[in-house]
């Protein structure tokens, strides 16, 4: 499909890659994304990149939906897709059963054990594909087949920032004590907000993520370091 | 120059620091937030000479009581119709006023509006999250929500007697219909969607708050049962679920969502819609973008003008009848 334009009111540009989510259309995303950022027209406030198209919003004041349209098309004509390679990020999980309510309801439902259905996640290779729902709540493509669990018919309230939550083939580490309708497997000790005002969240679209088991005493003391600064 | 500082009697739900907002985050899913209404914000800075952006508060229908306990500051209160009491004086919104320790001020809802501001000659002193204190509400970071029993402290608290007194409010704002640009997802609604959007007529519901505002009115089928992938939100996305109830997305929108959308309002439209309440009617008019960057820009030229006159000073009381007096020739008996 050639990419499409949409204007969106007064103050953006959607750039559509495809209909259905494809590996394809999200690395195209990223490379207009990277394109558009290594080469900024002028008036752009920013781009917000999702599964299959990019949002370019602008000041109306200052340039306007054609000007943006051209310069995309612009981009896309030197865009090359294959050279995508995001930051690999270390994720520690601690599976500690009172971290993990849903690990036994994931285990019987598909027929594994606890410990295989935390190695088949463990094994997972993740994609940060999006951001949304809140700040920080980076949607990760790359859970294993045999794990994939749908959603619960009802969400559960007041769940722990650092929640390690599966639904589908998409992995996601909260950010904030938040409901989910997902199932909760494990904590992680690793803060999403970074604290660092020049890289304030730890993953950008793109980049790939593995996790690593750890236990409780490892836990507890990576996030005392949190605690402290 | 000295602090103010005011207990915080009482505060409705809702009721944030706001500055001008974080634009720029929306790909770590943060929406910019800031003030549902950023005409009547500016110029609640403006008419106290403040640069814009800065923090003030931001007043829901449930309204706001402070009693000053330390030092004296001037502020400003724009936004809808609100009632505004001080000591035993009572006022409408769009007012300059001092109060001094020991004094009372209370904002309350009154005959139209969703949301007032509440600016202050100073700094409101205030945490801030990614360079902002602008409250993201679902989150809470940011400023926050301001709330009884907090202490609220304005530095470098001054006091501005040559701009006290009634703030002209703002005349070249559209009273039509709320401007829309169809799309993106417009053509996976059923035949005559568009149609009935921009023909019948929609009421404000209570499922209102600084996220979204949920309309009812003639339902908007989906061409299908369809789930589209998740993709970009703005604010002033009408996103409509499956059951054919249509949202505006509105200050802390999500950032991502798979509904379609069938259409968005323009920006300056966005503000004028924040301020309707639960029950009022409204119309839309399908406008195309061109035409919707005409139209903001006309708005944007006239609001630079508006705020860039009601930022000058009036004078002192005497100055003032003195000026009056000079202009219109007419003299006091």
């Given at each position: 499909?050639?990419?499409?334009?949409?204007?969106?009111?007064?103050?953006?540009?959607?750039?559509?890659?495809?209909?259905?989510?494809?590996?394809?259309?999200?690395?195209?995303?990223?490379?207009?994304?990277?394109?558009?950022?290594?080469?900024?027209?002028?008036?752009?406030?920013?781009?917000?990149?999702?599964?299959?198209?990019?949002?370019?919003?602008?000041?109306?004041?200052?340039?306007?939906?054609?000007?943006?349209?051209?310069?995309?098309?612009?981009?896309?004509?030197?865009?090359?897709?294959?050279?995508?390679?995001?930051?690999?990020?270390?994720?520690?999980?601690?599976?500690?059963?009172?971290?993990?309510?849903?690990?036994?309801?994931?285990?019987?439902?598909?027929?594994?054990?606890?410990?295989?259905?935390?190695?088949?996640?463990?094994?997972?290779?993740?994609?940060?594909?999006?951001?949304?729902?809140?700040?920080?709540?980076?949607?990760?493509?790359g859970v294993a087949e045999q794990i994939q669990v749908p959603r619960k018919p009802a969400p559960v309230r007041d769940v722990p920032a650092g929640s390690v939550i599966i639904a589908g083939p998409q992995c996601l580490i909260t950010t904030l004590t938040m409901p989910t309708g997902w199932s909760i497997i494990g904590r992680s000790p690793n803060a999403i907000f970074t604290g660092d005002p020049t890289h304030p969240f730890l993953f950008d679209v793109g980049d790939n993520v593995t996790f690593e088991r750890i236990d409780l005493a490892t836990f507890e003391s990576s996030n005392r370091k949190i605690d402290h600064g | 120059m000295a602090d103010a500082v005011f207990s915080v009697s009482f505060a409705g739900p809702l009721v944030?620091?706001?500055?001008?907002?974080?634009?720029?985050?929306?790909?770590?899913?943060?929406?910019?937030?800031?003030?549902?209404?950023?005409?009547?914000?500016?110029?609640?800075?403006?008419?106290?000479?403040?640069?814009?952006?800065?923090?003030?508060?931001?007043?829901?229908?449930?309204?706001?009581?402070?009693?000053?306990?330390?030092?004296?500051?001037t502020l400003a209160i724009t936004g809808g119709d609100f009632v505004v009491e001080h000591g035993t004086q009572k006022t409408s919104s769009w007012t300059v006023l001092t109060i001094?320790?020991?004094?009372?001020?209370?904002?309350?809802?009154?005959?139209a509006g969703s949301w007032a501001y509440l600016a202050f000659a100073g700094c409101v002193v205030s945490k801030d999250w990614l360079q902002s204190q602008a409250t993201h509400s679902t989150s809470g970071f940011g400023g926050g929500a301001v709330?009884?029993?907090?202490?609220?402290?304005?530095?470098?608290?001054?006091?501005?007697?040559?701009?006290?007194?009634?703030?002209?409010?703002?005349?070249?704002?559209?009273?039509?219909?709320?401007?829309?640009?169809?799309?993106?997802?417009?053509?996976?609604?059923?035949?005559?969607?568009?149609?009935?959007?921009?023909?019948?007529?929609?009421?404000?519901?209570?499922?209102?708050d600084r996220m979204g505002m949920r309309l009812s009115g003639p339902l908007l089928e989906l061409d299908g049962a369809l789930s589209i992938p998740s993709e970009p939100i703005v604010r002033g996305s009408i996103q409509v679920s499956g059951d054919g109830v249509p949202t505006v997305l509105l200050a802390d929108h999500q950032t991502t969502g798979g509904y379609p959308k069938i259409a968005t309002v323009i920006s300056c439209d966005t503000d004028r819609l924040a301020q309707f309440r639960a029950g009022q009617s409204l119309r839309f008019t399908s406008i195309s973008s061109p035409q919707a960057i005409d139209d903001v820009r006309t708005f944007l030229t006239q609001k630079t003008q508006y705020l860039r006159d009601i930022s000058v000073p009036r004078g002192s009381l005497a100055q003032r009848l003195m000026r009056e007096n000079l202009i219109h020739g007419c003299v006091f008996d």
């Open positions: 499909m050639e990419p499409q334009f949409k204007a969106i009111a007064d103050h953006a540009v959607l750039v559509t890659f495809a209909k259905d989510v494809s590996e394809e259309a999200h690395n195209s995303v990223i490379a207009l994304d990277n394109a558009i950022a290594a080469d900024t027209p002028v008036g752009v406030i920013e781009t917000v990149p999702a599964l299959v198209n990019l949002l370019v919003s602008f000041d109306p004041i200052m340039t306007d939906h054609i000007t943006i349209e051209e310069h995309i098309r612009k981009c896309l004509n030197g865009l090359k897709t294959k050279v995508i390679t995001g930051v690999q990020r270390h994720i520690q999980v601690c599976y500690e059963a009172s971290f993990a309510p849903d690990l036994g309801a994931v285990a019987s439902a598909t027929g594994l054990s606890k410990d295989a259905v935390i190695n088949a996640h463990l094994a997972g290779d993740y994609h940060v594909l999006m951001y949304g729902f809140s700040p920080g709540y980076a949607y990760l493509s | 944030t620091v706001q500055d001008a907002g974080r634009p720029g985050n929306m790909r770590y899913g943060v929406s910019a937030s800031g003030p549902m209404d950023r005409l009547a914000y500016d110029a609640a800075n403006a008419a106290l000479g403040n640069p814009q952006g800065s923090t003030a508060i931001e007043i829901s229908l449930g309204g706001l009581m402070l009693q000053c306990k330390e030092g004296a500051v001094s320790k020991g004094e009372r001020i209370a904002i309350r809802a009154g005959r709330q009884a029993g907090h202490s609220l402290t304005i530095s470098d608290a001054t006091i501005c007697d040559d701009r006290l007194g009634e703030i002209v409010q703002p005349d070249f704002t559209s009273d039509g219909p709320i401007r829309i640009v169809t799309g993106p997802q417009d053509h996976h609604f059923s035949e005559g969607a568009t149609e009935r959007l921009v023909t019948e007529t929609y009421q404000v519901t209570d499922a209102y």
